[in-house]
């Protein structure tokens, strides 16, 4: 380990702590209700932003790089984020648990798109300067699923069997698509057998959390019902081991298959487990698994010609 991975190194894992502190303080916001300041997901998270700050701009200064300049910019941002949630409250409330807006509300939605944003320069940080194989692997899949968790956060509300599906159970391939977008990019980008298993490993220790979500008796929300944690870790973990072992097939054919898996297993298998006034019939089953994999697909072939387009380009230059 060089003098230049430790802050990676340590802007990596406390991001990544910061995002298990938010998952912690979804399931707190809803089994406990919202309480102090000080609530231990709310220390969990301002120190691990605080380290993440520090750290990235002692990177910027001993390496006086650019890269390093905009890494310490886009962590500077997560806080910040800090004063505009509490304005948007004075001025329009807070936001009820059973509102799609706990979600999209503009300060949520741009720190977890800052977030999002830190981790993928992460991502490319690593790629650069981590030397050692396998602490290069888990760190880069450790920022992978951070962001897979991030984006599935932001499309919550078109979950079709969750308290809003907006989109009805056409919105599973909102959910589906992200998982096809993370798990493809994990095997394109990182090269590595096993590289979408471990992204789907260590998304699934963030979102274990959050199963069988559990109620305060002041907290309302729409009422819906979950799949039991096991079929939500077999659903994420068969794609992405498919994603694997079939790395030599196009990206298109890859892409569907992790949306047939992810649809077939996830919606084709859920209803037998819900209370009978939350199981849906076989044209939203299908629904759902058609449309996983039909955007499963498209995500394939957009990533083959975006591939194609980078490499024509690089070759012009």
Known sequence: MTARTSPVRLITAALFSAVLAGTWDVWWHGALGRESFWSPPHLLLYTSVIVAIVTGFYGWW????????????????????????????????????????????PPHVILALVLITSFLMLFVRIAHEERDVIARHLLQSATLASVLSLLLFLATPLEPTGPYHLLGFGGAAVSSGMIVLVFLLAREWMQRF?????????????????????LAPNVTIQPHDHSPGWLLIFACLVPAEAVDLLHDRPLWLRGGLIGLFHGGLLYGFSSRFFDPQFQYGTTEMWTAIIASVVVGVLIGFILTFSSRFTSVFRSSL
Request: hydrophobic residues 55%; glycine residues 6%.
């Open 62 to 105: 001993k390496t006086k790089e650019r890269s390093w300049k905009w890494l310490a910019i886009a962590l500077i941002l997560i806080p910040a984020s800090a004063p505009f949630d509490e304005i948007w409250h004075r001025i329009f409330g807070v936001e009820p648990v059973n509102s799609p807006l706990i979600i999209w509300s």
């Open 194 to 214: 096993g590289s979408s298993l471990t992204v789907a490993g260590i998304f699934m220790l963030l979102a274990a959390m959050n199963f069988g979500e559990k």
